[in-house]
């Protein structure tokens, strides 16, 4: 047997924890036949079959059990090689980017957070890339990106990861200041017949935005998605149309003199925003932020992928 190639091994192991081909590719921001194509071609170097097809839902041979602690041992070192490779080459110490969905924008715990890094590590650049969550997640899987931060619910892949809290935003509705609504201290759902309502474009956060708007049209509001996912723009879009905007309460002293902030019956929008740890290849300066984090952050959420946890859900 020549050589295993070690990008199929890795491959190999990104559909075992997404449990699919096609989680897998997503993941990796690849086609879903690249990795289906390396994987086979890993099997075929091998001389058996790793994954058993015949079913609706793929499961691990015998012998893709057997593979997988090798597998697994195999992605961390070479994850450890990278990062040593990085230090010696002087790329570890002097920079960390940070990949952030575009909701956290509003997040003034973000920004708290990396102002006092930056405040202890005045040597590290700090970097911030704002995405919508595909290409952000994309970026995170091939490494592009040292820390993520992103909003509930946290996607495939992630959500298995150790991560921490950093904030929780609460949705409120910015008013124009004559519009009957101002009068409400909680505005009734039902208050929102006829109400023609900005919102981000439902792809910047699909998971969480589509329940939301749904709620809000079947109390009668007509949404309108403004054409970039940024709270100041969606601020400033209502301003200019003379119409309300959904927005979260810590962008609610922002309303200006023309908008008032006001929470809607039962707090039917709330989002957590997520810091992820750091995979092995990050840099050091990345794991002082992440260890920065979890001194500061109020509620930890202790989760994590193991190769116990990786072979009990295949």
Request: with cysteine; hydrophobic share 45%; charged share 25%.
């Amino acid at each position: 047997m020549r050589g295993l190639d070690l990008k199929a091994v890795r491959y190999f192991v990104a559909v075992v924890e997404a449990r699919s081909f096609s989680g897998a590719a997503s993941r990796l921001g690849l086609a879903q036949p690249s990795v289906s194509e390396k994987v086979k071609q890993l099997e075929a170097e091998l001389g058996y079959l790793l994954f058993d097809r015949s079913h609706r839902q793929i499961t691990l041979t015998a012998e893709g059990k057997a593979f997988l602690e090798i597998a697994l041992r195999c992605v961390v070192e070479m994850d450890r090689l990278h990062a040593s490779a990085r230090q010696i080459g002087g790329q570890d110490h002097a920079r960390i980017v940070i990949g952030c969905s575009s909701a956290s924008t509003s997040a003034p715990e973000r920004d708290r957070l990396v102002d006092e890094f930056m405040r202890r590590e005045p040597d590290v650049s700090v970097r911030i890339q704002s995405m919508e969550p595909k290409p952000l997640l994309e970026a995170y899987w091939r490494a592009e990106i040292d820390l993520l931060m992103i909003g509930a619910p946290l996607p495939e892949g992630i959500a298995t990861r150790r991560n921490i809290i950093l904030c929780e935003q609460y949705g409120m509705l910015f008013v124009p200041r004559e519009s009957p609504l101002r009068d409400h201290e909680v505005i009734p759902l039902a208050a929102l017949q006829g109400q023609t309502i900005a919102v981000f474009p439902a792809i910047s956060h699909p998971e969480l935005c589509l329940d939301v708007y749904r709620l809000l049209r079947d109390h009668g509001a007509s949404l309108l998605e403004i054409p970039e996912a940024n709270f100041i723009t969606l601020q400033n879009f209502a301003r200019r149309r003379r119409i309300c905007a959904l927005t979260v309460d810590s962008m609610a002293s922002f309303a200006g003199d023309s908008l008032i902030a006001r929470p809607l019956e039962g707090n039917p929008f709330r989002s957590t925003l997520h810091l992820i740890e750091p995979g092995a290849a990050a840099s050091t300066a990345a794991r002082r932020m992440w260890r920065l984090a979890c001194r500061v952050a109020q509620a930890p959420v202790v989760t994590s992928v193991t190769p116990d946890a990786v072979r009990a859900s295949v």
